[in-house]
C-alpha cells in the first residue's frame, strides 16, 4: 500500500502556507541480508495555501477525509506560534479518521533544522527524489529555487525567500522519518542497527508522535 506523507508549513501574515505530499516507495534491498533497500520518494502534490489557521486546518481535514490511500501521515512545522497551535487543533478536532494518526508535529529550532535540508539533498544525491506529473517540472523548479540558498541559519532560516522557504520545510518534513508507518510492524530499525518500539524513533529526534 503506497505510504505517502504530508508536510505543512503554516504562513504569516505576509507569506503563504504550504503543503507537500510525498509518496515513499520501497525498493528491493541491495543485499539479501540487509536491514532496508533504497527508497523511492515521489513528490505528486504541492500546493500554497492562505496563513490562516482554520483555512490550513480545514485543507488537511479535507486530505484526511478524501480517498486518499490509508497509510497517510501529516506532519506539521511546531516552531511557530501558529504552527504549534495548528498542531494542536489537529489533535483534538473531532471527526478525525480512526485509521489514521493524528498529525505528528516537528519541534526542532536552529541548527538543528539541518536535518530537513539534509534529508531532501541526501534524495537528490541519491537519485531517490522524483517529481510526478501533473506539474512535476513546476514543482522540481520551485525545489530548485528554494535550494539556490542551502546555508541554515541560527535562527532556522533555511532559505533567503521566505516562501520558497515554506516549501522546502514541508519538502524535508515528509523525509526526514520516510519508513514510519502506522501499518508496519511495531519494531523499527535504528541508524545504529539496533531496533526501537517507538514509531518515530528510529527518525529526528524532534518529531513528536500523536495519536
Not at 505576509?14 to 540487509?34: D, K, W, Y
Not at 539556490?148 to 522546502?168: I, S
Not at 542497527?193 to 518515530?200: D, F, K, P, V
Request: include cysteine; charge should be neutral.
Amino acid at each position: 500500500m503506497p505510504r505517502i506523507h504530508v508536510g505543512i508549513v503554516l504562513g504569516d501574515s505576509h507569506t503563504r502556507s504550504a503543503l507537500v505530499a510525498t509518496e515513499h516507495v520501497e525498493m528491493a534491498p541491495a543485499l539479501p541480508t540487509g536491514p532496508w533497500g533504497r527508497m523511492r520518494h515521489e513528490v505528486g502534490h504541492s500546493e500554497r495555501l492562505e496563513s490562516a489557521v482554520e483555512v490550513v486546518r480545514a485543507r488537511i481535514v479535507d486530505l484526511a477525509r478524501s480517498e486518499w490511500p490509508s497509510d497517510l501521515c501529516f506532519f506539521t512545522d511546531c516552531t511557530t506560534a501558529g504552527g504549534f497551535a495548528l498542531y494542536k487543533l489537529l489533535r483534538v478536532i473531532d471527526g478525525w479518521p480512526e485509521q489514521l494518526h493524528r498529525p505528528h508535529g516537528y519541534f526542532g529550532r536552529g541548527r538543528d533544522r539541518q536535518a530537513l535540508l539534509t534529508a531532501i539533498l541526501q534524495a537528490m544525491g541519491a537519485d531517490e527524489l522524483a517529481f510526478d506529473p501533473p506539474g512535476g517540472d513546476a514543482r522540481k523548479s520551485e525545489l530548485v529555487k528554494a535550494l539556490e540558498n542551502r546555508d541554515v541559519g541560527d535562527d532556522g532560516r533555511l532559505a533567503a525567500r521566505t516562501e520558497d522557504e515554506a516549501m522546502l520545510v514541508a519538502l524535508g518534513l515528509t523525509l526526514i522519518a520516510p519508513r514510519h508507518s502506522h501499518l508496519q510492524p511495531a519494531r523499527y530499525r535504528n541508524r545504529d542497527g539496533s531496533t526501537a518500539l517507538s514509531r518515530l524513533a528510529s527518525g529526528d529526534p524532534y518529531l513528536r508522535e500523536s495519536r
